[in-house]
């Protein structure tokens, strides 16, 4: 799959050609193969810095793999994760976890993802200690209690334990530690479906307002198409391990190319009960398929609302631009490229 | 008269730390083959209150304090146990958020549905498991006749959900409560499952109560809306009358909140504060802590009478907020914020 890598050794972040799979092992009696879980699938990918990159998809196409893999949590089975001109996936573990300092992650759901028995304070000193290890007792918690503000909570409750908080409040405290050690690069994995509309809300403000006031570039994973769009600047598509459509969060939004995505647009309910009950809806058929053993040729064929054509199990889509910065793996089967819409065309 | 007629349903917790006002006198209808979408955050007693209507509240630590939900000329809240049994599943069937767990692992698919129809209707064994299979076919599961022998972990997420609403129908139900049928599900598979439920509910006429906080899934699905805070009603009304003519400032700030509907770069907007503790007694409209709209007095020490609007269109009015005052204005005071602390303390009605 061609794909949009930009230049490794000047650009932010580089995926070139990653490929995550996992080796589900030999059967114990009959030694056959169990099959390989495809999770990414060569997946290549620049992020500019300062950017904030939504990536959406279904349960299962590989997103929170692409993350942790991107982390280095996973090791890439092949292809190259380029961060900052130098190569992650050829790093030795040692020194994958002094880099890791400069990208950290967010997770979806804060009541695991803090340490129970560790008081805020603690949680988040023992974070910038990673980046400041000689900080001593007062200072190291003036720098806490900066962090506590910067996320809008109140110092005076750095002594409290997770369970103390409310969930936004501990997805603040999230936010606060991964922020300690004073990433450039935060990779946040749902950081608000756990959350309610209300609380939700809040939590995307603030990632937006830390993302601009700190200079920082954000991977933003998510399944709610709206949320992405409001956040992002730019929007990755990713089905069954691969991106299919990759382009300027409006583009994505108000022109998908690929039927995937038009489906995934069609299928978010507006809250408006006029538009909900009079528009055109693309229901997919079926669920997505498994990574162990995806379909031949275009992944999307099983699922996809237009006649079956035999050949597009046997050809895989290009991943071709077809507008400036708007990428999309285009099955002329399934996926006939839309036309150009006219205001595109006229500049 | 309409099939469902609830009337100050109260549903409160006796805990070691206090009573939990869970459910505090909601009052709805449901006509047949009519959808009502009850909204709200989590806490906010839309689940409690459809488990209080089948009695699916543990007892102890809950207690349905009072209140009536005549069901076809019977108070569900009054039933003996052995009256109950014949109308759960029989004539009111639920469907819960999660189908990994409420489905037993260890039995076949066709032993859980063939059960409801067994304990409810004089049906042999062969013709139950007929009836099964059509229940499959019904929802849209391929080769039903095949899977119908097949334990639940056979099943992907929106496959199980398919069977427990094949499950919930089999008995042919007058009314079917939806406790998040989709909050576990993909949108492409939520919309599977709504169609579904909505294609059912025609062929049947069954009334459905629809439970969710994604005001979305209401608009496409419901024909009236109640909006639940703090264990509380805080409006109601059809669809239309609460999406364009909301009244509540609780339901004009819950819109609002929506990033779908904000135009893009801007700010989003956030209701400050957080939900309220329903553990203490809360003697004023539960919203007032978080209103965002300007207030004009110090709340009595009494929660708001519900005021109707056009006939059916209801608020919880609480007076002593200006909720004429155009929303612009209104949203401009945003998130700033944030220091919410924990449970508003401190802040006792004059």
């Given at each position: 799959?061609?794909?949009?890598?930009?230049?490794?050794?000047?650009?932010?972040?580089?995926?070139?050609?990653?490929?995550?799979?996992?080796?589900?092992?030999?059967?114990?009696?009959?030694?056959?193969?169990?099959?390989?879980?495809?999770?990414?699938?060569?997946?290549?990918?620049?992020?500019?810095?300062?950017?904030?990159?939504?990536?959406?998809?279904?349960?299962?196409?590989?997103?929170?793999?692409?993350?942790?893999?991107?982390?280095?949590?996973?090791?890439?089975?092949?292809?190259?994760?380029?961060?900052?001109?130098?190569?992650?996936?050829?790093?030795?573990?040692?020194?994958?976890?002094?880099?890791?300092?400069?990208?950290?992650?967010?997770?979806?759901?804060?009541?695991?993802?803090?340490?129970?028995?560790?008081?805020?304070?603690?949680?988040?000193?023992?974070?910038?200690?990673?980046?400041?290890?000689?900080?001593?007792?007062?200072?190291?918690?003036?720098?806490?209690?900066?962090?506590?503000?910067?996320?809008?909570?109140?110092?005076?409750?750095?002594?409290?334990?997770?369970?103390?908080?409310?969930?936004?409040?501990?997805?603040?405290?999230a936010i606060a530690r991964a922020l300690a050690p004073e990433p450039e690069l935060i990779i946040a994995d749902e950081p608000v479906s756990a959350l309610d509309v209300s609380i939700q809300s809040q939590i995307l403000n603030l990632l937006k307002r830390l993302v601009r006031e700190l200079d920082l570039t954000m991977?933003?994973?998510?399944?709610?198409?709206?949320?992405?769009?409001?956040?992002?600047?730019?929007?990755?598509?990713?089905?069954?391990?691969?991106?299919?459509?990759?382009?300027?969060?409006?583009?994505?939004?108000?022109?998908?190319?690929?039927?995937?995505?038009?489906?995934?647009?069609?299928?978010?309910?507006?809250?408006?009960?006029?538009?909900?009950?009079?528009?055109?809806?693309?229901?997919?058929?079926?669920?997505?398929?498994?990574?162990?053993?995806?379909?031949?040729?275009?992944?999307?064929?099983?699922?996809?609302?237009?006649?079956?054509?035999?050949?597009?199990?046997?050809?895989?889509?290009?991943?071709?631009?077809?507008?400036?910065?708007?990428?999309?793996?285009?099955?002329?089967?399934?996926?006939?490229?839309?036309?150009?819409?006219?205001?595109?065309?006229?500049? | 008269?309409?099939?469902?007629?609830?009337?100050?349903?109260?549903?409160?917790?006796?805990?070691?730390?206090?009573?939990?006002?869970?459910?505090?006198?909601?009052?709805?209808?449901?006509?047949?083959?009519?959808?009502?979408?009850?909204?709200?955050?989590?806490?906010?007693?839309?689940?409690?209150?459809?488990?209080?209507?089948?009695?699916?509240?543990?007892?102890?630590?809950?207690?349905?304090?009072?209140?009536?939900?005549?069901?076809?000329?019977?108070?569900?809240?009054?039933?003996?146990?052995?009256?109950?049994?014949?109308?759960?599943?029989?004539?009111?069937?639920?469907?819960?958020?999660?189908?990994?767990?409420?489905?037993?692992?260890?039995?076949?698919?066709?032993?859980?549905?063939?059960?409801?129809?067994?304990?409810?209707?004089?049906?042999?064994?062969?013709?139950?498991?007929?009836?099964?299979?059509?229940?499959?076919?019904?929802?849209?599961?391929?080769?039903?006749?095949?899977?119908?022998?097949?334990?639940?972990?056979?099943?992907?997420?929106?496959?199980?959900?398919?069977?427990?609403?094949?499950?919930?129908?089999?008995?042919?139900?007058?009314?079917?409560?939806?406790?998040?049928?989709?909050?576990?599900?993909?949108?492409?598979?939520?919309?599977?499952?709504?169609?579904?439920?909505?294609?059912?509910?025609?062929?049947?006429?069954?009334?459905?109560?629809?439970?969710?906080?994604?005001?979305?899934?209401?608009?496409?699905?419901?024909?009236?809306?109640?909006?639940?805070?703090?264990?509380?009603?805080?409006?109601?009304?059809?669809?239309?009358?609460?999406?364009?003519?909301?009244?509540?400032?609780?339901?004009?700030?819950?819109?609002?909140?929506?990033?779908?509907?904000?135009?893009?770069?801007?700010?989003?907007?956030?209701?400050?504060?957080?939900?309220?503790?329903?553990?203490?007694?809360?003697?004023?409209?539960?919203?007032?802590?978080?209103?965002?709209?300007?207030?004009?007095?110090?709340?009595?020490?009494?929660?708001?009478?519900?005021?109707?609007?056009?006939?059916?269109?209801?608020?919880?009015?609480?007076?002593?907020?200006?909720?004429?005052?155009?929303?612009?204005?209104?949203?401009?005071?945003?998130?700033?914020?944030?220091?919410?602390?924990?449970?508003?303390?401190?802040?006792?009605?004059a």
């Amino acid at each position: 799959m061609s794909a949009p890598i930009g230049n490794p050794q000047e650009d932010f972040l580089v995926l070139d050609d990653v490929h995550t799979h996992f080796d589900m092992g030999k059967d114990l009696i009959t030694r056959a193969s169990k099959g390989v879980v495809k999770a990414v699938d060569g997946v290549s990918l620049t992020v500019r810095k300062g950017e904030i990159l939504g990536l959406v998809g279904e349960s299962g196409c590989g997103k929170s793999t692409l993350s942790r893999t991107i982390m280095q949590l996973i090791r890439p089975t092949a292809g190259h994760v380029w961060f900052k001109g130098q190569d992650l996936s050829a790093m030795s573990d040692a020194e994958v976890r002094r880099e890791r300092i400069n990208f950290q992650m967010i997770f979806q759901d804060p009541y695991a993802s803090l340490n129970p028995r560790m008081t805020v304070l603690d949680t988040l000193a023992e974070a910038v200690k990673t980046r400041h290890p000689d900080l001593k007792r007062d200072a190291l918690r003036g720098r806490v209690a900066d962090l506590l503000r910067t996320v809008g909570l109140n110092p005076t409750h750095m002594k409290r334990y997770p369970h103390e908080f409310s969930g936004g409040q501990r997805q603040r405290v999230a936010i606060a530690r991964a922020l300690a050690p004073e990433p450039e690069l935060i990779i946040a994995d749902e950081p608000v479906s756990a959350l309610d509309v209300s609380i939700q809300s809040q939590i995307l403000n603030l990632l937006k307002r830390l993302v601009r006031e700190l200079d920082l570039t954000m991977i933003f994973i998510s399944h709610d198409l709206s949320v992405v769009r409001y956040i992002s600047d730019r929007i990755a598509v990713m089905y069954l391990g691969r991106i299919i459509e990759l382009g300027d969060a409006e583009a994505i939004v108000d022109r998908p190319l690929h039927i995937y995505t038009k489906a995934l647009m069609s299928a978010i309910p507006e809250p408006d009960p006029r538009t909900e009950r009079s528009r055109e809806r693309i229901v997919l058929s079926g669920d997505p398929p498994s990574p162990l053993n995806p379909p031949s040729g275009c992944n999307f064929w099983p699922r996809s609302p237009t006649p079956h054509d035999e050949r597009m199990k046997h050809v895989e889509p290009p991943f071709e631009e077809a507008a400036p910065g708007h990428w999309v793996a285009a099955c002329p089967f399934c996926a006939p490229a839309a036309p150009v819409p006219q205001e595109l065309a006229r500049t | 008269m309409a099939l469902l007629e609830v009337d100050d349903l109260t549903t409160y917790f006796h805990t070691r730390d206090g009573v939990v006002r869970a459910v505090d006198g909601v009052s709805f209808t449901v006509d047949r083959g009519e959808t009502l979408g009850i909204v709200g955050e989590s806490g906010s007693g839309k689940s409690v209150t459809c488990y209080s209507l089948l009695r699916l509240i543990p007892e102890p630590p809950g207690r349905i304090e009072r209140g009536t939900a005549m069901f076809d000329g019977r108070d569900l809240l009054w039933l003996s146990r052995s009256e109950l049994r014949k109308v759960r599943g029989k004539r009111i069937s639920m469907i819960f958020q999660d189908p990994m767990t409420s489905l037993n692992p260890y039995l076949r698919i066709s032993t859980q549905l063939i059960e409801a129809l067994q304990t409810h209707e004089d049906i042999s064994h062969r013709d139950a498991l007929k009836r099964a299979t059509a229940a499959l076919e019904e929802v849209g599961i391929p080769e039903a006749s095949k899977r119908v022998t097949r334990y639940p972990h056979e099943f992907s997420g929106g496959m199980r959900q398919r069977v427990m609403i094949a499950m919930a129908l089999i008995t042919e139900p007058d009314l079917l409560i939806a406790d998040e049928p989709t909050t576990a599900l993909d949108v492409t598979v939520q919309a599977q499952i709504l169609e579904i439920i909505k294609q059912r509910q025609n062929d049947l006429g069954t009334a459905v109560i629809l439970v969710t906080h994604d005001l979305g899934v209401v608009a496409g699905t419901c024909d009236k809306v109640l909006v639940m805070y703090g264990g509380r009603e805080m409006e109601s009304g059809t669809a239309e009358e609460v999406f364009y003519a909301p009244r509540h400032p609780y339901t004009r700030a819950l819109q609002k909140t929506i990033p779908s509907l904000q135009a893009k770069g801007q700010e989003l907007y956030t209701i400050p504060g957080l939900p309220p503790d329903v553990s203490k007694p809360i003697d004023r409209c539960a919203f007032y802590p978080r209103c965002p709209y300007p207030k004009t007095g110090k709340p009595a020490g009494e929660r708001p009478q519900l005021e109707e609007i056009t006939p059916g269109h209801c608020w919880a009015a609480c007076g002593y907020c200006d909720s004429d005052a155009p929303i612009e204005t209104v949203l401009a005071r945003a998130d700033e914020v944030v220091d919410d602390a924990l449970p508003v303390e401190g802040e006792t009605p004059a």
